[in-house]
Structure formats: structure tokens, C-alpha cells
T-cell receptor
């Protein structure tokens, strides 16, 4: 089955700096890669995703890159703010032809702390 | 528009007991998935329901079972609870043909 490795496990940055979280996956059939933000006591919130036919996607201060050949993808957060502090999870999934996910395999998470 | 709602939010059980957790998907979503999140870990896939049938199952024993109702809501049942079943149980729903999963806030189960 799919295996997703995520690093670093913890990341501390100063407000305004950039943060980068990296993930690798094992199953070459995986074609959907979402990123989730989980705040304490809450469920994961989808913040950005990328599909295997795209190499990069950006949404304001957040960007994700995908290297299918190397089987790795990364989350980039620029101009970090204290409210970005949370646990971030990467995940990988393969979809059927209808586009409905069967299941996500998650990394173990990265605790991001943004210091004011 | 209400998101994914789960109940109860917290519950405490003792070993050997049975528990039922409930989930209402986001409006317009027809697929429900359940995940188990142990403390300090990423969520792990339990199973997925679509058209009232279990479509895919993760590496969980038969003690974990589920159901989906005609209104797309779902239940997760766990029998013969073990201490190791203590976790946050997350329900996620998705729309047809988009794939994005939207999670609820979870049900925190503690087994004593």
C-alpha cells in the first residue's frame, strides 16, 4: 500500500519568514495530493491540493509543488503569521476514473510554530 | 451551509463495551469516510461508504463496522473496545467527482 513520509516533524520560524514542509510517497499510482491544517481540538482543514497533471499550484501565501518523477511534494508558506501555527499534514491518494477518492494516506504531521 | 457534523464530541467507555459514533455529511456530499487519529499521529483510513455500501476498507479488524443511511449520514460502530481504540475518530465527506475530503471536528473516544 501507499506510504507517505513527512518532514520535519517540528518547524519553528519567525513571523514573516517562509516555511517549507516536504513529503514523499511510494505508490506511483497516487494522483491526488492534499494538504491539511489541524488546529488544537479541531478536525483537519483542507488548505490546498494538487493533482498529478500539475507541477505547481498557488493560493495567496500558500503554494504546493509536485515532482512525480521523484515522488515528492512540498508545501510552501510565505510571510508566515502567528495564526499559521498548527499541525500540517500531507496526504496522497489514487482516484478512480470518476474522480472520487478511495482513501487518503497521511503523513505523520509537522507542528509549525510561528513566533511573533 | 453546515459542514460535516459529528456526535458525540467526547465520550468515555470501558474495555469490552461497544460504541456508536454518528456523522452527517456536508450538504451535497454523498460519500462518507471514517478515519482514526491517535494522539500525535496522522489520520488512518478505516472505511468509506457510498450508496449505502462499504466501498473500501483500511487495515482495521472486523470489530469496526459501519453503516450509511439513505440520507447519506453514517455511523461507525466499534465492538469489544480495547485501550488502544482510544483516539479521535474523524468523519469526512466528499462530493461526486471532485475527490476533496471535508472533515468534521471528530469524536474523542477514551477507553478506560
Amino acid at each position: 500500500g501507499e506510504n507517505v513520509e513527512q518532514h520535519p516533524s517540528t518547524l519553528s520560524v519567525q513571523e514573516g519568514d517562509s516555511a517549507v514542509i516536504k513529503c514523499t510517497y511510494s505508490d506511483s499510482a497516487s494522483n491526488y495530493f492534499p494538504w491539511y491544517k489541524q488546529e488544537l481540538g479541531k478536525g483537519p482543514q483542507l488548505i490546498i491540493d494538487i493533482r498529478s497533471n500539475v507541477g505547481e499550484k498557488k493560493d495567496q501565501r500558500i503554494a504546493v509543488t509536485l515532482n512525480k518523477t521523484a515522488k515528492h511534494f512540498s508545501l510552501h508558506i510565505t510571510e508566515t503569521q502567528p495564526e499559521d501555527s498548527a499541525v500540517y499534514f500531507c496526504a496522497a491518494s489514487s482516484t478512480n476514473s470518476g474522480g472520487s477518492n478511495y482513501k487518503l494516506t497521511f503523513g505523520k504531521g509537522t507542528l509549525l510554530t510561528v513566533n511573533p | 451551509d453546515a459542514g460535516v457534523t459529528q456526535s458525540p464530541t467526547h465520550l468515555i467507555k470501558t474495555r469490552g463495551q461497544q460504541v456508536t459514533l454518528r456523522c452527517s455529511p456536508k450538504s451535497g456530499h454523498d460519500t462518507v469516510s471514517w478515519y482514526q487519529q491517535a494522539l500525535g499521529q496522522g489520520p488512518q483510513f478505516i472505511f468509506q461508504y457510498y450508496e449505502e455500501e462499504e466501498r473500501q476498507r483500511g487495515n482495521f479488524p472486523d470489530r469496526f463496522s459501519g453503516h450509511q443511511f439513505p440520507n447519506y449520514s453514517s455511523e461507525l460502530n466499534v465492538n469489544a473496545l480495547l485501550l488502544g481504540d482510544s483516539a479521535l475518530y474523524l468523519c469526512a465527506s466528499s462530493r461526486p467527482f471532485t475527490g476533496e475530503l471535508f472533515f468534521g471536528e471528530g469524536s474523542r473516544l477514551t477507553v478506560l
